[in-house]
C-alpha cells in the first residue's frame, strides 16, 4: 500500500514512513477513545484519590500534551483543529472546575491523534534524530523527533494505565489498550503432534 498526498502535506510511502513502526500507538488511542465515550459523566469524575485527577481530566491533559510537543516544541500545524488552540498556556484541560463530558474527550483524542497520524506519514526514519529547542525552568533543553514520539508513547501509556487502575479502584471494567492486537489461536493447535 503506498500513501498518497493529502492536504498538500508531503505524506511518504509507507516503506518510507514511519506509520508502521507506530501502528500499535494508535489502536491504543483507539481503545481510550473507545472506553472514555462509553463513560458516564459520574465515572469520568472518579478519582483514584480525592488529591489526584479525575479520569477526564487525565484524558484531556494525555490530549492536550501531544498539541504541546508536537505543534508548540517541534512547530507541527494543526493545533488550531484541536480544543487546545493555544497550547503554550493553561487550557480547558486545566479548568478543574469545568469537568469535560466524554464526546468533548473524545473528539480531543481523535482531532489530536490526526496530529499524531500526520507526522507519522510525514516522517521518515533519517528524520528522527533533528534537533529542536525547549526553554524550561531557565535552561535550554535539546530534544530529537525521537525523543518526543518516545515521550509521547510513554505519557499516554502512563496515563492510559493510570485511567485502567482508577476505573478498577472503583470497580469498574479496566481500560485494555491492546484489544485487538494479539492474534488468537487455539491452544490445541499449538501443541506438538505425537
Known amino acids: 500500500m503506498v500513501a498518497t498526498e493529502k492536504d498538500g502535506d508531503d505524506v511518504k510511502t509507507d516503506r518510507q514512513n514511519l506509520v508502521r513502526f507506530y501502528d500499535g500507538w494508535r489502536l491504543a488511542n483507539d481503545r481510550l477513545a473507545e472506553m472514555i465515550s462509553s463513560l458516564t459523566p459520574e465515572q469520568l469524575a472518579l478519582r483514584p484519590a480525592p488529591n489526584l485527577w479525575p479520569i477526564w ?12 510537543w508536537l505543534c508548540t516544541i517541534l512547530g507541527e500545524p494543526g493545533a488550531e483543529s484541536t480544543p487546545f488552540g493555544d497550547p503554550t498556556g493553561e487550557g480547558w484541560e486545566d479548568d478543574l472546575a469545568h469537568p469535560r463530558d466524554s464526546t468533548e474527550l473524545t473528539s480531543a483524542l481523535e482531532s489530536t491523534w490526526q496530529i499524531v497520524q500526520r507526522c507519522l506519514e510525514r516522517w521518515t526514519p533519517d528524520m528522527l534524530q533533528e534537533e529542536f529547542r525547549r526553554e524550561w525552568d531557565g535552561n535550554i533543553q535539546i ?51 505425537a
Open 57 to 68: 481530566a487525565m484524558t484531556a491533559h494525555l490530549a492536550g500534551t501531544r498539541v504541546y
Open 143 to 193: 530534544h530529537s523527533r525521537q525523543s518526543v514520539l518516545m515521550r509521547m508513547i510513554t505519557h499516554d501509556g502512563y496515563h492510559c494505565g493510570e485511567i485502567s487502575q482508577t476505573l478498577g479502584i472503583h470497580g469498574l471494567k479496566e481500560l485494555d489498550i491492546w484489544t485487538g492486537r494479539a492474534r488468537l489461536t487455539a491452544a490445541s493447535s499449538l501443541r506438538p503432534k
